[in-house]
């Protein structure tokens, strides 16, 4: 364990630096296990090369 | 997002998002290579001299605009994620495409792995300057790439509007400078003062070597291709954010050049980390070096990002036609995109921003980007002599040909000479590399593939076939 | 379409993708780690030798000499950055292999695509 008394400043910045990559990585694996759980492989392997479909075209500056 | 959510809940399909305009596809292309304008393009100066430098910038930059001139007219007519390497695939055959694909997933990965490296090293710079020595560069390494890695799975839209954002500041940045230095005449220029008669301290051949780290001025500008399923009308906004990206770039790269020389011996120049940053020292004004420093930062971010984005996409086409385990052709059903390419990929890019020394990433990076550029000519002149101008509608018909196909091909041949000046070694492993995992694509992975299936594009039978 | 004679790909079980991620994963690795391991990686280079480490010594001129300074190098410390060189020279035969390795490379890449291209094109498109 880290002495945090005699941490300095950078040494806790190193410390938050990993600690929030720990925390992205974390989120990013939760979220790609409970994705692969609620969905069919049929439904995420559905995409196709290529496709130019009208109705999937959104445009976020013309958002409601 | 209630367009996606409604497209999932139906429980059918889900794909990439076309959400992008060309301010985005721009983004993507300089976002990448901005940085090398930061760093890296100077070790061209070692190689060569200052005078090298610049004549290697611009042969870089007539086979990079050799490139996106090819580069806007097949992908406005091959409009599919993994850009060059669904044009191989459509045009040469499956094993090229292939290997096109393993081209493009390496040299962005790596070129990640070396942003990564840069951003690692200048936080503990600044540390070092603020007084905190044996401060570490992997916490921050490691916190890049994850930050990124995060922001590209939560979607293409804030990601490439992220991109916009900071790869503008990193030009405007370069623009001060330059006004500032030649128009505000902060500091004086003395450019032949500094070259002090070394114009060509190599001779010629330091100009050939030079064309190495010539291409890093430019190196990734072709990504722009890879946005292709995510943009709103690729045959008009890929072409457009392709060509004003090699503009933007090589504006930026000769102002550089003409900043840095007239500011530094070639000597420092030749081998320094940080050269823009460097010169905004030199003028001794703190505003340009706070900027400057901002602008660093800024285009290093852009560049890895960008280089996730392209990687990501690339894997993830390959997944979907089964050329690699078809688990990564996956689509994340609410934030439409690669994720599972995304997070695969992540483990190999800390594994080379960890493990490895920055110059040998940054060739191997190369070397992956020259090995497209070569197929990319080929591929050219067989896009024309299968499908001549009259039979399928391109969005954009670049002017000359075969006269771009020929000189990239030439530009190729010498930057190969180049690269073997100087990492042989490397070179010799990189083509093992590819050789051994061709020859394991068509023995053993070529199986899983379906065969006709994999030729989306609605056109003609090709000539000859 | 022709819809016989179709090629109908086996399905790839958990396992096999496993194993040929980890196979490139492996292999990416080894091809960007073994130059490095033997110690084979980077150029040669060379350094030029000085009379004395004064800037005048080191063929350097007051322009220069100012820059260097600011940039906050003595005549002792920046000697390194000024006397070295890159060696190119190279062994012409190795240069030859070198290049015959790509060149052999790309044939047989584009003559085996060739070859999977044509089954591509009569399943897509049908026989003639």
């Known amino acids: 364990m880290p002495n945090f008394a005699e941490m300095n400043g950078f040494q806790y910045l190193e410390l938050a630096a990993w ?39 959104v445009d976020p500056a013309h958002r409601g | 997002m209630t367009q996606a959510q409604a497209t999932a809940s139906h429980g059918e399909k889900v794909s990439l998002l076309r959400v992008l305009g060309p301010g985005h596809v721009w983004a993507l292309g300089v976002g990448i290579v901005l940085v090398g304008e930061y760093m890296g393009w100077n070790f061209a100066v070692g190689k060569g001299g200052a005078v090298a430098a610049l004549i290697a910038c611009w042969f870089a930059g007539l086979l990079y605009t050799c490139v996106a001139m090819i580069d806007s007219e097949v992908t406005s007519t091959v409009a599919a994620a993994g850009g060059q390497y669904a044009q191989a695939k459509h045009i040469v055959g499956p094993l090229l495409a292939f290997n096109v694909g393993l081209f493009l997933v390496m040299a962005y990965t790596m070129l990640e792995a070396a942003n990564a490296i840069t951003l690692g090293y200048l936080v503990q710079a600044v540390g070092g300057m603020a007084g905190f020595e044996g401060g570490h560069d992997k916490p921050f390494i490691v916190l890049t790439i994850m930050f990124l890695a995060w922001l590209n799975y939560r979607g293409v839209y804030a990601t490439l509007t ?18 500032a230095v030649t128009a505000a005449k902060v500091v004086p220029l003395n450019h032949a003062g500094l070259i002090h008669g070394e114009t060509l301290p190599y001779g010629w051949m330091g100009v050939l070597a030079a064309m190495h780290f010539g291409l890093w001025y430019y190196l990734g500008i072709e990504g722009t291709t890879q946005a292709a399923e ?66 660093t930062m800024f285009a290093t971010l852009a560049s890895a990002n960008g280089c996730i984005n392209d990687a ?114 490397q070179l010799m492993a990189m083509m093992v590399f590819y050789i051994v995992a061709s020859a394991w694509f068509h023995f053993h992975r070529y199986q899983f593939v379906r065969r006709g299936a994999q030729f989306t594009m609605n056109w003609p039978r090709p000539r000859g076939y | 379409m022709a819809k016989e004679g179709r090629y109908e790909p086996p399905k ?40 004395e480490k004064t800037w005048q010594g080191m063929g350097q001129n007051d322009v220069t000499a100012a820059a260097f300074e600011k940039l906050g190098f003595t005549p002792e410390t920046a000697h390194g950055i000024i006397a070295s060189r890159f060696d190119y020279s190279f062994d012409p035969l190795t240069a030859i292999i070198t290049a015959l390795v790509i060149t052999a490379y790309f044939i047989f890449v584009f003559r085996f695509s060739d070859k999977e291209y044509r089954d591509v094109i009569r399943e897509r498109f049908g026989d003639k």
């Open chain 1, 19 to 57: 600690i929030i990559s720990a925390l992205f990585g974390l989120w990013m694996l939760v979220d790609m296990i409970r994705t692969n759980a609620a969905y069919s492989e049929d439904v995420l392997l559905s995409s196709r090369e290529g496709e130019i479909e009208d109705e999937l075209i």
């Open chain 2, 162 to 179: 992220f991109n916009l954002v900071i790869t503008a500041i990193a030009f405007i940045a370069i623009l001060v400078l330059f006004m």
């Open chain 2, 230 to 295: 995510e943009v709103r009308s690729p045959a008009r906004a890929l072409p457009l954010g392709t060509m004003t990206g090699i503009i933007t770039l090589l504006i930026a790269a000769t102002m550089t050049w003409y900043i840095c020389v007239g500011l530094m011996p070639w000597e420092y120049l030749g081998q320094a980390t940080t050269p823009l940053f460097d010169a905004a020292r030199l003028t001794s004004s703190v505003p340009l070096m706070v900027l400057l420093f901002i602008g």
């Open chain 2, 312 to 425: 990501s996409r690339a894997w993830f086409s390959m997944g979907r036609d089964h050329y690699l385990p078809e688990w990564f052709g996956a689509v994340h059903p609410k934030y439409r995109t690669p994720f599972r390419s995304i997070i695969f990929l992540v483990p190999v890019a800390l594994m080379f921003a960890l493990g490895a020394p920055l110059d040998q990433v940054i060739t191997f990076s190369i070397l992956s980007g020259l090995l497209e550029y070569t197929v990319m000519s080929f591929n050219m002149i067989m896009f024309r002599n299968k499908w001549p101008l009259d039979t399928i509608k391109r969005g954009y018909v670049h002017p000359m040909h075969p006269l771009p196909a020929i000189v990239l091909l030439v530009l190729c041949g010498v930057t190969y000479f180049a690269v073997f000046l100087g990492y042989g070694t």
């Open chain 3, 12 to 51: 790839q079980s958990a396992f096999g993708q496993i194993f040929d991620s980890l196979f490139l994963l492996v292999l990416v690795s080894l091809s960007l780690f073994v130059p490095l391991w033997l110690g084979l990686a980077g150029g040669g280079k060379t350094e030029l030798t000085f009379p």
